[in-house]
Nanobody, 126 residues
Framework: QVQLVESGGGLVQAGGSLRLSCAGS????????MGWFRQALGKEREFVAA????????YYADSVKGRFTISRDNAKNTVYLQMNSLKPEDTAVYYC???????????????????WGQGTQVTVSS
């Protein structure tokens, strides 16, 4: 069983930065592919970024490419999402997710993931 807890959300002006953290528990956390998703009010949850268990391979949604960076520190059982040049359209609840597999790749689908955090609110003002 894996438990995930996000933190680092908040209110920021357009053009600003935030770093989200996702702390995981469970013996296998450091071997699991991880992802970040977000859900804006009234919209479906959408993929943001994904990372392989080694951290050596990452993938981003086009909407955040070049502005967001996903990384992980397996010694700390933590995954990060560095968000720069934030825009009002980035406003959403951000969720981290873990996939129960020893596959070395990354995954982008909502149904790919087995464990989810409770989410952290990010609000970008114009």
């Amino acid at each position: 069983q894996v438990q995930l807890v996000e933190s680092g959300g908040g209110l920021v002006q357009a053009g600003g930065s935030l770093r989200l953290s996702c702390a995981g528990s469970g013996r296998t956390f450091s071997r699991l592919p991880m992802g970040w998703f977000r859900q804006a009010l009234g919209k479906e949850r959408e993929f943001v970024a994904a990372i392989s268990w080694t951290g050596g391979s990452t993938y981003y949604a086009d909407s955040v490419k070049g502005r967001f960076t996903i990384s992980r520190d397996n010694a700390k059982n933590t995954v990060y999402l560095q968000m720069n040049s934030l825009k009002p359209e980035d406003t959403a609840v951000y969720y981290c997710a873990a996939k129960q597999t020893y596959d070395s790749s990354w995954f982008t689908g909502f149904y790919d993931y087995d464990y989810w955090g409770q989410g952290t609110q990010v609000t970008v003002s114009s």
